[in-house]
């Protein structure tokens, strides 16, 4: 089935930095979503984007609707421990609202 | 506030078994589904529901059952537990089938030898 590749796969970096990552696809999304899943935990929402070229922030994450439709960028400044989890991107394809695809996910590790 | 409420946490089945993961929402939400995790693979959409009565295969649905006989609940059959099956699962819901927040449950942990 369709996935969504994410990169990096996992990420260390010391508190304080920025972080990057981001999410491609083959096919056109109309909505792009962000995830974060702690340890032993199921995902949560962090970001949704519903419009081309859209960036959107949610206190130090931002995120960004790729202008193609076809990816997506996640960032977070000043990172701090409890940022480590598992960063999933999501999004119905075109046509198929009733299905969520979700990215191969971003493990950030921070490091004090 | 439960949310979503996954039953059990932990689970080892020898194969060949069957066993149920149980599924409840409280928030009156149409769309329910079940999602695998396995590493490398993100999150890969095994059944839905769009509503009581109503349900639909995701990527991976075979060895899987499911059934929606009410708006809460949405349990997850495994007919015949097999190794590959061994893998963390999460029950999900939304508002509608259109809708994009997704709440999960906390997940199932199953081992399957």
């Known amino acids: 089935g369709q996935q969504l590749n994410q990169s990096p796969q996992s990420m260390f970096i010391q508190e304080g930095e920025d972080v990057s990552m981001n999410c491609t696809s083959s096919?056109?999304?109309?909505?792009w979503l962000w995830y974060k899943q702690d340890p032993g935990e199921g995902p949560v929402l962090l970001i949704a984007?519903?419009?081309?070229?859209e960036l959107t922030s949610n206190g130090r994450l931002t995120a960004q609707f790729g202008i193609t439709r076809k990816d997506s960028f996640l960032n977070i400044s000043a990172s701090i421990p409890s940022d480590v989890g598992i960063y999933f991107c999501?999004?119905?394809?075109?046509?198929?609202?009733?299905?969520?695809?979700f990215g191969t996910g971003t493990r950030l590790q921070v490091t004090l | 506030n439960a949310g979503v409420t996954q039953t059990p946490k932990f689970q080892v089945l020898k194969t060949g078994q069957s066993m149920t993961l149980q599924c409840a929402q409280d928030?009156?939400?149409?769309?329910m589904s079940w999602y695998r995790q396995d590493p490398g693979m993100g999150l890969r959409l095994i059944h839905y529901?769009?509503?009581?009565?109503?349900?639909d295969q995701g990527e991976v649905p075979n060895g899987y059952n499911v059934s929606r006989s009410t708006t809460e609940d949405f349990p997850l059959r495994l007919l015949s537990a097999a190794p590959s099956q061994t893998s963390v699962y999460f029950c999900?819901?939304?508002?509608?089938?259109?809708?994009?927040?997704?709440?999960f449950g906390e997940g199932s942990w199953l081992t399957v030898v």
């Open positions: 999900a819901s939304r508002r509608t089938a259109a809708g994009n927040t997704i709440y």
């Open positions: 096919s056109i999304f109309n909505t």
């Open positions: 984007l519903y419009k081309a070229g």
């Open positions: 999501a999004g119905p394809r075109t046509g198929t609202a009733s299905k969520l695809t």
């Open positions: 928030m009156n939400h149409e769309y």
């Open positions: 529901s769009v509503g009581a009565g109503i349900t």
